[in-house]
């Protein structure tokens, strides 16, 4: 397959997934990137904001906990509609007028819903194409999400020339328009996965606690196999040391004093270094690395490149702009291939399920990471630093031993009256 020709030759799911992208990942790239210090600005403290993204993640974990039951009744294309209507459209509005604690609360509380989004888009954009394309595809998703910082540094022009607060309340409020239209394009272009409209039919009849015991239950016979159970602690370790990194604007602006146009070229070197890495990085590896493999040196990656911004003084745009194509390289690849490996390895009819399953251990892990952020933050800013590269040296760990093989034919756990045997390492 020719590397231009990728996305046209993909499942008509995947092409217009990766083509609506941009109208998110422009302005919500941006919006994500100057959160904190937007709140700040606004006149928050410092563990105002964690307490708020940990509000944030604990009631993600209340919805993470029905995301796999939800996407299975409601089907991929519907619940990705509506629930990204209620995690980004609607919050960006509520965001671009928030003057309080109160109303950044309320529009993060209704941001919670995403984790409904995040096992039901995934799963519509990967489901009904073959394994083989599915890590470059949850790639090129993240390329477009991470290409959109190369527009970040205008937002730092327009900040410097009409100050902070002004500008993102407008990056807001136009974002919130970006993301409906976005929304309303893949619904109309999309079409329901083969496995969702068998999951409609199979759990129409299904009360939600049932299928949040199911949930649990999958996790724990995952739990039992080593393969498995060291990919899920990749998993939550990795997700984590991601969630930690919500300082870095405010760090590069307010500890280092970088200008707001030097900060603003991060995520915009970052999007170059994605690019060339689904680019060329992928398609180098594919067929002559495992993606196991990949997942592991990635991991090994990103540790490194934290540990070299432990050292970073100001006035030192060198080692800013290494330290940021490590850190963005390495996750991205983590992030591509580690999520098609848990999204391929198991059955298909636990596919959802034991996805949501997976992210909901997550969640729970996850809860105190903002106020913790924060509070480690407001004490030695680069102790916060130190402990995501720490994360990443862990999850690089979970990944060496034995070689990690899945049966991604049979189920975790068997149907009754059948013979099935569960997937073993």
Known sequence: MKRRSFVANLHRNAR?????????????????????LYMQSVGLSTV???????????????????????????GRRRATFWFDVTSWVIPMFVWA??????????????????????VS??????????????PRIFAAIKVVIMFAGLLVPIVGFFMDRYGTVPTLRMLFFIGGLAMLLHNCLRHHYTVET???VEAMDRHAGTRMLRS???????????????ALRRLIFMYMLSFVAFQLNIFLAVYLTKSLEYSAVVVGTVPAVGAVTALFSYAVVMPWAAGRVPEGAMARWSLVTSCAGWLLFLALGPDNPALLFVCTVLTSAGPLLVESYRDAI???????????????????????????TGYLAAVIFQSRPLMLFGAIATLYAVAAMCTFGRHLSYQADVRL?????????VATT
Not at 121 to 134: G, H, I, N, Q, V
């Open 121 to 134: 888009f995934w799963l519509l954009a990967t489901e009904d194409s073959p394994e083989k394309d599915r």
């Open 342 to 368: 848990v999204v391929g390895c198991v059955h298909p009819e636990e596919r959802a399920t034991f996805f949501a399953a997976v992210q909901t251990f997550t969640a729970v892990v996850s809860i105190p």
């Open 97 to 118: 007028f928030s003057n309080n604690s109160w109303m950044f609360l309320l529009g993060y509380l209704l941001n919670a819903s995403s984790k409904i989004v995040n």
């Open 194 to 196: 083969q496995a969702g």
């Open 16 to 36: 217009y997934c990766i083509y609506t992208e941009p109208f998110w990942a422009i302005f919500g790239t941006a919006a994500l990137y100057y959160a904190t």
């Open 413 to 421: 756990i068997p149907r009754r009256g059948r013979p099935d045997t």
């Open 212 to 226: 949040v015991l199911d949930s649990g239950k999958l996790l724990w016979a995952a739990g039992r196999h080593t």
């Open 48 to 74: 105002a904001i964690g307490a708020i993204l940990s509000a944030n993640l604990y009631v993600a974990f209340m919805f993470q906990l029905v995301a796999g039951a939800v996407t299975d009744r409601m």
